[in-house]
């Protein structure tokens, strides 16, 4: 996808096919009792997919939007015009890693988040990564019409 292909008002048709291949990606993580199996995609301002990564990915404890940024060297130009899109909000507490994906793709300086389906209080009370993001000047955009996408893939954790 080029920059071309992603219309600057109408977020719709390219917001869903990059929170799509976030929520294919989710389907590559390990199995887990306990944790989401989430994807993220990291997209340019010219609409190039930067990166790309999912839970577990390589490493028990990774996040989707950890896995993602982290395969971009620190301090990318491109972020500061990226968008990262991720199957499940990105989380605002950790037990695992000091730093929450939230505050990470705020110190990447990425300005867009599109997510799918807020998380759940399943494994965390109160998620405010979507809180934290719009706070910090972060324009989030939510399509709840993918989040059964994105439930279906950790089922066997709602159920």
Not at 69 to 90: F, H, I, M, N, W
């Amino acid at each position: 996808m080029t920059a071309t292909d992603r219309p600057s008002t109408d977020h719709s048709s390219a917001d869903r096919l990059f929170l799509l291949r976030a929520i294919e990606l989710s389907r590559r993580c390990p199995p887990a009792e306990h944790a989401f199996s989430v994807g993220a995609v990291v997209v340019g301002a010219d609409g190039t997919v930067l990166s790309e990564g999912y839970s577990r990915e390589g490493d028990p404890l990774v996040h989707a939007e950890e896995a993602a940024l982290a395969k971009l060297p620190a301090g990318d130009p491109r972020l500061r015009g990226a968008t990262v899109y991720s199957s499940l909000e990105p989380c605002s507490r950790r037990a695992s890693r000091p730093h929450p994906c939230a505050e990470l793709i705020l110190a990447a300086g990425v300005p867009r988040v599109v997510i799918a389906w807020r998380e759940p209080d399943l494994f965390v009370t109160g998620c405010e990564g979507v809180d934290r993001l719009r706070a910090a000047g972060v324009e989030v955009v939510e399509l709840p019409e993918l989040a059964e996408h994105a439930r279906a893939v950790n089922r066997h954790l709602l159920d």
